[in-house]
């Protein structure tokens, strides 16, 4: 009766020795997948980040800001105007945009920043580095000259930073704006007779409410 049991072990043992071998052979021939957003720049949800960048000195405290005429500079406070999304386009790149006026971050050959309406790759991607201190600096992948609210610089010509060039992207404390879409309400027929004329319970489909077009 032991013999049997022994014998028995050892077929399930040799079965698991199989199977082993046939699993780590699998394993070798898989092809080998990077994780996806494996990269610490793209930890975010949709690898978008809204934020406000602030940069200071001992007196000054700033958050870029790209108005409605493209004019970049810098508010004291968090403002619409600040209020950035960051976006990933490649490892360690990134691109900005306003959310307000909708305007990329671009920059020039001599490193004045513009905001934009349309994005290119060549005057709107942006390599971000992470700190020692936490600050970021962002410095444009095709001029290498860093994001500045001040004068600007080559980082081949000199080691030394501008000012304002070390940024805090800082989570959006204001209230988001609501979008109001273009829709055709003086053309729409209300049927008075209707037990739900606003089309609250979907029985007018053709019918759309004023209430219910912010986004």
Known sequence: MVVVSVHLGCKDYLLFLVSLVFW??????????????SNPIYQFDGQVRLRHLYTADEQTHLHLEILS???????????PFSLMELKAVKPG?????????????????????????????????????ILSDGYNLYYSENYNIPVSL?????????????????FLPL?????????????????????????????????????????????
């Open 24 to 37: 780590a052979a699998l394993l070798r021939t898989a092809p080998a997948l990077p994780l996806r957003n």
């Open 69 to 79: 005429d493209g004019t970049v500079g810098g508010s004291r406070f968090q403002n």
């Open 93 to 129: 790149v990134i691109r900005m945009q306003a959310k307000k006026t909708s305007r990329f971050l671009c920059m020039k050959p001599n490193g004045r920043l513009y905001g934009s309406l349309f994005y290119s790759e060549e005057s709107c991607n942006f390599h971000e580095k």
């Open 150 to 166: 001040s004068s600007t610089g080559s980082l081949r010509q000199s080691h030394q930073l501008p000012p304002f060039s070390q």
């Open 171 to 215: 989570v959006n404390k204001i209230p988001l704006e609501p979008v109001f879409e273009d829709f055709d309400f003086y053309g729409q027929q209300l049927d008075v007779e209707s037990a739900d004329p606003l089309s609250i319970l979907g029985q007018n489909p053709s019918f759309m409410s004023p209430s219910y077009v912010f986004g």
